[in-house]
T-cell receptor, first 113, second 112 residues
Framework: DAGVIQSPRHEVTEMGQEVTLRCKPISGHNSLFWYRQTMMRGLELLIYFNNNVPIDDSGMPEDRFSAKMPNASFSTLKIQPSEPRDSAVYFC???????????FGPGTRLLVL | KQEVTQIPAALSVPEGENLVLNCSFT??????LQWFRQDPGKGLTSLLLIQSSQREQTSGRLNASLDKSSGRSTLYIAASQPGDSATYLCAVLTSGTYKYIFGTGTRLKVLA
């Protein structure tokens, strides 16, 4: 298996622009997680999907952030409008049932100028 | 609210040393605990997962222990190698939730 796939790997954008991050989980995994990692706050869970349904979005910082999972093999995290404080590395992870070993993607390094 | 702390924040050791990384958590009602490795610019790789009913798990030169009552876990690395250089994070899953809480990590450097 190719593992969790994320795109783009790097994104540089200007404040106010819309940013869309993409994730393809490992085939057969029914749980998907979006995380954000910064030096100041470490690794934080943004949202968790199970069987394509958002279960816990309490970590989504503001209404500017939204996430979707239209099918079992694809998820997006959108920031609109983006702000400099959104600069971070965004990780997607998946697993088989939500509570076991998580498999992380390589991350998307976002810089908002 | 679950809080996870890792000490030390950074560690530098000569090759061949055995070492221990520490993780402490405030709420002992956990479902499981995972240790991850993160290389610079890369994602996280799960090393060991310990269920709440277990005391330890081993994989090769790695051994992780769990003491729920004291809110502690340790990751023991035997005969360290330069390739072990990375940041090690522990993550705790509190019972009744699906949200892993991560520590801030220990940055390990093994000198050749």
């Amino acid at each position: 298996d190719a593992g969790v796939i994320q795109s783009p790997r790097h994104e540089v954008t200007e404040m106010g622009q819309e940013v869309t991050l993409r994730c393809k989980p490992i085939s057969g995994h029914n749980s998907l997680f979006w995380y954000r990692q910064t030096m100041m706050r470490g690794l934080e869970l943004l949202i968790y999907f199970n069987n394509n349904v958002p279960i816990d979005d309490s970590g989504m910082p503001e209404d500017r952030f939204s996430a979707k999972m239209p099918n079992a093999s694809f998820s997006t995290l959108k920031i609109q409008p983006s702000e400099p404080r959104d600069s971070a590395v965004y990780f997607c992870a998946s697993n088989e049932n939500g509570r076991e070993t998580q498999y992380f993607g390589p991350g998307t390094r976002l810089l908002v100028l | 609210k679950q809080e996870v702390t890792q000490i030390p924040a950074a560690l530098s050791v000569p090759e061949g040393e055995n070492l221990v990384l520490n993780c402490s958590f405030t709420d002992s009602a956990i479902y499981n605990l995972q240790w991850f490795r993160q290389d610079p610019g890369k994602g996280l790789t799960s090393l060991l997962l310990i269920q709440s009913s277990q005391r330890e798990q081993t994989s090769g030169r790695l051994n992780a222990s769990l003491d729920k009552s004291s809110g502690r876990s340790t990751l023991y690395i035997a005969a360290s190698q330069p390739g072990d250089s990375a940041t090690y994070l522990c993550a705790v899953l509190t019972s009744g939730t699906y949200k892993y809480i991560f520590g801030t990590g220990t940055r390990l450097k093994v000198l050749a």
